[in-house]
């Protein structure tokens, strides 16, 4: 089975997915395996790893770490750019910027990683992302050069979603940024599952379990968390987003 097979399935059993995004230059080798246990005693269903710059010398021997204490969970590497490519993990998120109009975000930096994803054998996920704009400036609106579509334009976000969709991307990448004021509005996530099947990943600034368990209500298929675990990962808060997501 894929890992886009597995995360189906996930879905189909449990309501939703919950995946924890891991920074590499926010997390030592030294705490990864204790804050990996605790994660997959909360019952996480997959880990995005990757970030906007990659600072980390060693993103290779992260990874190498990383699959070896994940129990089997999902792998996926959520890359920041090209350098971001491993044999380690299990897929990647082949993420095209949708929401913006360059043409390197779009197509560019994909062609360049293509033969290097193909020459690690990882399953390539193809992801639209689509930046929501959440307040302040988040590093991947800054990194990217890119406007982010306004939250108060739910119709501009379906109409990009549709064209994700009818594009035959496999997933929608819904996102707010990392550490962002607010996260994607439930109106946005409600709109766009009715207007597209494509399973919508949505992230960026979800920091309690209840607000987790609105963008599933909406129709959020995986939610993702990643500043928040960095200030507070006890078992019980993880399974805490684990709960409220999973509402099967
Ligand atoms: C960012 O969607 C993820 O790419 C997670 O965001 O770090 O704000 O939880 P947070």
């Not at 920041?80 to 779009?106: E, M, N």
């Not at 689509?130 to 800054?142: D, M, P, Q």
């Not at 739910?154 to 109409?159: L, Q, R, W």
């Not at 607010?182 to 709109?191: A, K, S």
């Amino acid at each position: 089975m894929t890992v886009f097979e597995t995360l189906l399935e996930t879905k189909k059993k449990k309501g939703a997915g919950y995946f924890i995004l891991i920074d590499p230059d926010k997390t030592s080798l030294e705490t990864l395996p204790k804050f990996l246990d605790s994660a997959l005693q909360s019952g996480v269903d997959g880990f995005l790893v990757g970030g906007s710059l990659l600072l980390t010398p060693d993103f290779e021997v992260f990874l190498e770490t990383f699959k070896k204490n994940s129990n089997g969970v999902p792998v996926i590497i959520f890359p920041g750019g090209v350098h971001q490519v491993s044999s380690h993990a299990d897929a990647i998120l082949f993420l095209s910027l949708l929401s913006g109009r360059s043409a390197q975000h779009i197509i560019g930096s994909q062609v360049l990683a293509a033969p290097i994803i193909h020459r690690a054998g990882l399953e390539a996920i193809s992801t639209a992302y689509l930046l929501v704009e959440s307040g302040r400036a988040t590093s991947a609106e800054f990194m990217s050069g890119t406007t982010p579509l306004p939250r108060h334009k739910p119709e501009i976000a379906v109409a990009h979603a549709l064209a994700a969709s009818y594009m035959g991307f496999k997933f929608i990448y819904l996102e707010g940024g990392s550490g962002a004021d607010q996260c994607v509005p439930d109106t946005m996530i409600l709109n766009i599952s009715k207007a597209v099947s494509t399973p919508l990943i949505v992230g960026g600034g979800i920091r309690t379990p209840e607000t987790a368990a609105e963008k599933v209500k909406a129709g959020a298929s995986f939610i993702v968390t990643g500043n928040i675990l960095e200030e507070k990962s006890d078992t019980a808060f993880v399974k805490a987003f684990a709960d409220a997501i999973h509402q099967l």
